[in-house]
């Protein structure tokens, strides 16, 4: 398995961000926070209301300790209309309901493309980099997803992993911006949900992992 240095930085959003930045990969805008007085700052640097931003703890998952910051009003007919999305919070309700201090945080611009999740497998002998696009999503997990072969995915992927020495198995999540760049969003040092995938592709990771 990983040493814990590994497992630490592949398990904190904020510092997987770092990494990839330090690399010279793409990243999308991401700052730490622990105030609310922080995120109003950074709310305006990330060019808020036009644009949406995203506040997310730095090591929960599946959705936990994650929210979309919109500006967007309550309308009868929307809410008559169409799905109500998770975790989607307007600025009135964040201000009376997020305290003034909070354990440290990050808040980022919020990337409106497809979403993609990578699974991987690094072993001593090889190095597996699998990329798919998530195309239906419940709860975190894929219902629907499609197998996708993007080079820039698989070497960042794997030039990532190379540099904080992991082992065994590995997810990515990125996701595209405004203009349709693949950025890294986070790193799951687990089982993804949909990881049983990758053996449509011809590599099964988890009985590698076995």
Not at 7 to 20: E, G, V
Not at 64 to 92: A, C, H, Q
Not at 98 to 118: A, H, N, Q, R
């Given at each position: 398995v990983s040493n814990l240095r590994s497992f630490n930085i592949a398990n904190d959003k904020y510092l997987t961000n770092k990494l990839f930045k330090s690399i010279g990969f793409s990243v999308p805008k991401t700052y730490e926070i622990t105030k609310?007085?922080?995120?109003?700052?950074?709310?305006?640097?990330?060019?808020?209301p036009k644009?949406?931003?995203v506040i997310k703890a730095r090591n929960l998952f599946g959705k936990r300790g994650f929210l979309i910051l919109d500006n967007g009003k309550f309308s009868i007919k929307d809410f008559l209309n169409n799905k109500v999305?998770?975790?989607i919070i307007n600025y009135e309700?964040?201000?009376?309901?997020?305290?003034?201090?909070?354990?440290s945080m990050m808040i980022m611009e919020f990337l409106p493309g497809k979403e993609y999740s990578v699974d991987m497998f690094i072993g001593k002998k090889i190095s597996i980099s699998i990329p798919r696009i998530r195309s239906k999503i419940r709860s975190g997990i894929s219902y629907s997803t499609k197998l996708y072969q993007n080079k820039n995915i698989i070497n960042q992927s794997l030039k990532f992993a190379e540099r904080i020495k992991y082992k065994g198995i590995l997810g990515l999540q990125f996701k595209e911006n405004i203009n349709k760049n693949p950025m890294i969003l986070e790193c799951?040092?687990?089982v993804q949900g949909t990881m049983i995938a990758s053996t449509i592709a011809g590599a099964n990771l988890l009985k590698m992992q076995i």
């Amino acid at each position: 398995v990983s040493n814990l240095r590994s497992f630490n930085i592949a398990n904190d959003k904020y510092l997987t961000n770092k990494l990839f930045k330090s690399i010279g990969f793409s990243v999308p805008k991401t700052y730490e926070i622990t105030k609310k007085t922080e995120i109003i700052k950074y709310l305006e640097i990330l060019n808020f209301p036009k644009n949406k931003v995203v506040i997310k703890a730095r090591n929960l998952f599946g959705k936990r300790g994650f929210l979309i910051l919109d500006n967007g009003k309550f309308s009868i007919k929307d809410f008559l209309n169409n799905k109500v999305v998770d975790n989607i919070i307007n600025y009135e309700t964040f201000k009376s309901t997020f305290p003034d201090t909070f354990p440290s945080m990050m808040i980022m611009e919020f990337l409106p493309g497809k979403e993609y999740s990578v699974d991987m497998f690094i072993g001593k002998k090889i190095s597996i980099s699998i990329p798919r696009i998530r195309s239906k999503i419940r709860s975190g997990i894929s219902y629907s997803t499609k197998l996708y072969q993007n080079k820039n995915i698989i070497n960042q992927s794997l030039k990532f992993a190379e540099r904080i020495k992991y082992k065994g198995i590995l997810g990515l999540q990125f996701k595209e911006n405004i203009n349709k760049n693949p950025m890294i969003l986070e790193c799951n040092p687990r089982v993804q949900g949909t990881m049983i995938a990758s053996t449509i592709a011809g590599a099964n990771l988890l009985k590698m992992q076995i």
